[in-house]
């Protein structure tokens, strides 16, 4: 009996603490970054960028890169381990971690939030801090974040979107919507009660900043 009422007390324990949510908003996450940048960058070297192309390779982690390196250099009548890719010649190189707050598997929303804001989110969210949840019109108002185009935008750059998807789809949005759901790309994925409150993805391109003012 004893060893039943300790392993209860155990279990309860863990689930308590596993149960405890840690919301990190906006400001942990830009403090995390300050920090990490300062140790990187020595006094003196900070330079500011001319111009940024970022390309976004969607779902391309580590593993995809290994497979694509084997895939080239296999078709090249080589082993395919030694292959280099053309970022493999690269003068630096650097990973990021873009997982989800409340999801250990990512998606493309909330990992383009975190790749193109500089904040991790929840998932299936854009352009919203961990508290914004998910389809929860009213957690948007607050937690909204701004992405490298607002960045740019402040600097007087010019800037542009390119994609192969729909412009309104979960990873370009990031560059410009808050939306508590990326599914929300018209009006008619909108929830009625949540319209007067919530604009679709697509409509906060054309009205809302900084859709409005990219240039391409």
Request: with cysteine.
């Amino acid at each position: 009996m004893a060893l039943v009422a300790l392993l209860s007390v155990v279990y309860i324990l863990t689930a308590f603490v596993i149960g405890q949510t840690v919301i990190h908003d906006r400001d942990f996450w830009y403090g995390e970054a300050r920090e990490a940048l300062l140790r990187r960058l020595p006094e003196g070297r900070r330079p500011h960028a001319r111009n940024v192309v970022l390309m976004v390779g969607d779902g391309m982690g580590l593993a995809t890169l290994t497979a694509a390196r084997l895939f080239r250099g296999q078709r090249q009548g080589k082993l395919g381990e030694d292959t280099e890719l053309a970022w493999d010649r690269f003068p630096a190189v650097a990973l990021a971690k873009t997982y989800n707050m409340d999801a250990q598997i990512g998606e493309s929303s909330a990992c383009a939030t975190a790749l193109l804001c500089g904040v991790k989110a929840n998932f299936e969210t854009v352009g919203l801090d961990a508290r914004g949840r998910f389809e929860n019109c009213k957690s948007s108002v607050n937690s909204k974040v701004e992405s490298l185009v607002d960045w740019a935008h402040r600097e007087g750059k010019a800037t542009g979107i390119v994609t192969n998807t729909r412009v309104s789809h979960a990873t370009p949005a990031a560059l410009f919507a808050h939306s508590a759901s990326r599914y929300w790309e018209d009006d008619s994925k909108v929830p009625p009660g949540a319209r007067k409150v919530c604009k679709d993805i697509t409509r906060q391109l054309v009205e809302n900043e900084p859709g409005r003012s990219i240039n391409v």
